[in-house]
């Protein structure tokens, strides 16, 4: 997937924007509080961008826009060990 502009992934998040709603009901119908609901958050999205890259830390956190240190230390501190590559 080839990079996209500001407007391109602002346009992106609109259309999210229902099925988004439908999650953020679920979670306050169940009391979820927003400190739990990001963390699970940044998890999953962490995990899924490092599955999209087959396990590559480098290519997922460019993809993220983070450095890679600051990807593994993420993953680290939510139960994730990843393997030290070289």
Same mark, same amino acid.
């Given at each position: 997937?080839?990079?996209?502009?500001?407007?391109?992934?602002?346009?992106?998040?609109?259309?999210? %924007?229902?099925?988004?709603?439908?999650?953020?009901?679920?979670?306050?119908?169940?009391?979820?509080?927003?400190?739990?609901?990001?963390?699970?958050?940044?998890?999953?999205?962490?995990?899924?961008?490092?599955? /999209?890259?087959?396990?590559?830390? %480098?290519?997922?956190?460019?993809?993220?826009?983070?450095?890679?240190?600051? =990807?593994?230390?993420? =993953?680290?501190?939510?139960?994730?060990?990843? /393997?030290? %590559?070289?």
């Amino acid at each position: 997937m080839s990079p996209a502009s500001t407007e391109e992934r602002r346009a992106s998040l609109r259309e999210l %924007s229902e099925p988004l709603e439908a999650v953020f009901d679920a979670l306050l119908d169940r009391g979820v509080q927003l400190e739990e609901a990001l963390a699970v958050f940044e998890v999953r999205y962490l995990r899924s961008a490092v599955a /999209r890259h087959g396990g590559n830390l %480098s290519q997922a956190s460019v993809a993220l826009g983070i450095h890679r240190n600051t =990807l593994r230390a993420k =993953l680290q501190r939510n139960g994730r060990h990843p /393997r030290r %590559s070289g």
